[in-house]
């Protein structure tokens, strides 16, 4: 296994100001030295990705190594902007973890269906927000290879 | 913190004294917004709701000497077609047990431990409960199958004691091809004895096979309506920057590199099942193949 982490970005999308919150405690908690944006809809989330309209200044830079995902947004919900994600070339490459407050099948199987990387159910607690927080970027940034790694 | 307009909510509580610090807890986090009946019985409680629609149960799970709070909303579910969300609340000596108990319950939706020093967390429940007015169940997670695709023996035997060395709770199935995947995943050819048996789980996938390769097999397996939603982590030794780009562009959930040594090899198997099989959500629970 490798032991140096780069660098990159995560970015969170989430409409909840206090989810956004609860999510930044629990990665200083974990102490990742990554840095994690956050956006909050799907419109901005887009605008991210894609380097345009607010976020033109990031041109250039590279994508995140990781996208937290929410499904209910506002303006653009996270069903729709996991399927534009995944219809991009560029941005199909990223891996999305679906981080929601919804357990209804029907979420989890569109989910997959449009193809998240993983679907993962928002935690109650604070500690368990910590735990998976630290295994979801434990397999994300140690075991598991993403694209773009070696640039 | 954000909250919706609340409207009612019960509480079957037996302990006065509990009930009071739990209804402080509210009024505090929600002010005048809310309408908490109490019950202090499930006799009581089941009265309050033929006469009321409740948006939230509050359930204490020890009741006395009366049925449990878990068994009074499963008689609920056996009368009502839609439950609001449930809370189950117990005190702190028990919650392990009680958490099984409730996490195996249809209509919870969630489990707490009481804490009335600090309300957060119950807070925060109510109000996902309250904003996924879905009828939402704990999951209920059997063991899941992983089935794995290598052609290379020594590989398929090191991972299977990796399994056994971790004495992980999940069967792990093996075929030696993309082909005899594809067979497997479809229970035809020598695999139609499947066919009654819940798809696998989680899928792993060598890149180099002979008959049919790890790519190909996964364009064919996305390419699949009902085989599309497995998630699938490719576990090859190759380390090129091109497989890894192609390996996501055709949708694979991740890629993992077999490391060479055992102990690593136990340990990224561990990783891996602890992923898939703890943290993230499957969509293997609600999954029946096709008849």
Redesign the interface.
Request: hydrophobic letters at 40%; proline letters at 8%.
């Given at each position: 296994m490798r032991s140096n982490m780069e660098l990159i970005t995560i970015l969170m999308a989430d409409d909840d100001p206090d989810d956004r919150l609860l999510v930044e405690d629990a990665f200083e908690e974990v102490q990742l030295k990554n840095s994690i944006d956050f956006v909050k809809d799907g419109v901005e989330l887009m605008d991210y990705l894609f380097q345009r309209g607010a976020y033109s200044s990031l041109a250039g830079s590279p994508p995140p190594g990781l996208i937290l995902l929410d499904l209910n947004m506002p303006k653009k919900d996270g069903r729709q902007a996991l399927r534009e994600i995944k219809e991009d070339a560029k941005l199909r490459l990223i891996p999305v973890v679906i981080l929601t407050t919804s357990q209804a099948d029907e979420d989890i199987l569109r989910s997959y269906d449009l193809g998240a990387n993983s679907f993962i159910v928002k935690p109650v607690t604070f500690d368990k927000l910590v735990d998976i927080i630290r295994k979801v970027t434990n397999y994300w940034f140690q075991i598991v290879r993403r694209p773009g790694e070696g640039d | 913190?954000?909250t919706p307009a609340l409207k009612r909510i019960l509480l079957l509580e037996d302990s006065a004294d509990d009930a009071t610090l739990i209804v402080e807890q509210l009024q505090q986090a929600f002010g005048k917004t809310v309408s908490i009946d109490i019950a202090s019985d499930s006799h009581h409680a089941t009265a309050l709701t033929a006469d009321a629609d409740y948006e939230l149960y509050l359930v204490d799970y020890y009741l006395g000497i009366d049925v449990t709070g878990v068994d009074w909303v499963l008689t609920q579910r056996q009368s009502q077609s839609l439950l609001p969300p449930v809370i189950v609340l117990t005190g702190l000596d028990d919650a392990d047990q009680i958490e099984l108990v409730a996490s195996n319950a249809s209509g919870v939706?969630?489990f707490?431990k009481k804490d009335f020093s600090d309300s957060?967390?119950l807070i925060?429940?109510i109000n996902?409960a309250l904003?996924?007015r879905?009828q939402?169940?704990?999951?209920v997670y059997d063991k899941i199958t992983i089935v794995m695709a290598d052609d290379d023996y020594d590989d398929q035997l090191l991972v299977a004691d990796a399994f056994e060395e971790l004495k992980l709770e999940s069967r792990l199935d093996m075929v030696n091809d993309g082909e005899a995947l594809l067979n497997y995943l479809r229970r035809q050819g020598k695999y139609v004895d499947l066919i009654d048996e819940k798809l696998p789980g989680l899928i792993l996938l060598d890149l180099n096979m002979p008959r049919m390769d790890g790519r190909q097999a996964l364009t064919e397996i996305r390419a699949d309506a009902q085989l599309?939603?497995?998630?699938v982590v490719l576990l090859t030794t190759s380390?090129a920057?091109s497989d890894?780009?192609q390996g996501?562009?055709l949708?694979a959930?991740?890629?993992?590199?077999k490391?060479v040594n055992f102990d690593?090899l136990v340990?990224?198997i561990a990783?891996?099942t602890?992923?898939?099989c703890s943290?993230?959500?499957?969509?293997s629970s609600?999954?029946r193949p096709e008849a």
């Open positions: - | 913190m954000n939706s969630y707490l957060s967390d925060r429940a996902f904003k996924n879905m939402m169940n704990l999951p599309r939603r497995i998630p380390e920057e890894l780009l996501y562009d949708g959930n991740s890629y993992v590199v490391p690593d340990a990224i990783h891996i602890t992923y898939w943290i993230v959500t499957l969509p609600y999954y």
